[in-house]
Nanobody, 124 residues
Framework: QVQLDESGGGLVQAGGSLRLSCAAS????????MGWFRQATGKEREFVAA????????YYANSVKGRFTISRDNAKNTVYLQMNSLKPEDTAVYYC?????????????????WGQGTQVTVSS
């Protein structure tokens, strides 16, 4: 089993930055694909970004491409999401996810491990 614990959320003004962290425990994440999803109030959960175990392939939603950066530190068993140029529409609960490599990376049902989520609020 993998436990995921997100941190780093908060309130920020539009144009600002936040860095989310996801600390994994229970197993090393080096062999897992890791990612982030988000869910805004009243909306469906949506894919944000994913990084495969070797870090060689990274995927982003079009809505965050060029503004968000996903990275991983396998030695620290931690994944990060650097969010720059934040917009009010980025406001959501952000979830860290993990799964084995392979298959679709942008579909929430393919991820077997989820964190509790961290709230990100961007004010205009």
């Amino acid at each position: 089993q993998v436990q995921l614990d997100e941190s780093g959320g908060g309130l920020v003004q539009a144009g600002g930055s936040l860095r989310l962290s996801c600390a994994a425990s229970g197993r090393t994440i080096s062999s897992y694909a890791m990612g982030w999803f988000r869910q805004a109030t009243g909306k469906e959960r949506e894919f944000v970004a994913a990084i495969i175990y070797g870090g060689g392939a990274i995927y982003y939603a079009n809505s965050v491409k060029g503004r968000f950066t996903i990275s991983r530190d396998n030695a620290k068993n931690t994944v990060y999401l650097q969010m720059n140029s934040l917009k009010p529409e980025d406001t959501a609960v952000y979830y860290c996810v993990a799964k084995g490599n392979g298959g679709s990376y942008d579909r929430s049902e393919t991820y077997g491990y989820w964190g509790q989520g961290t709230q990100v609020t961007v004010s205009s």
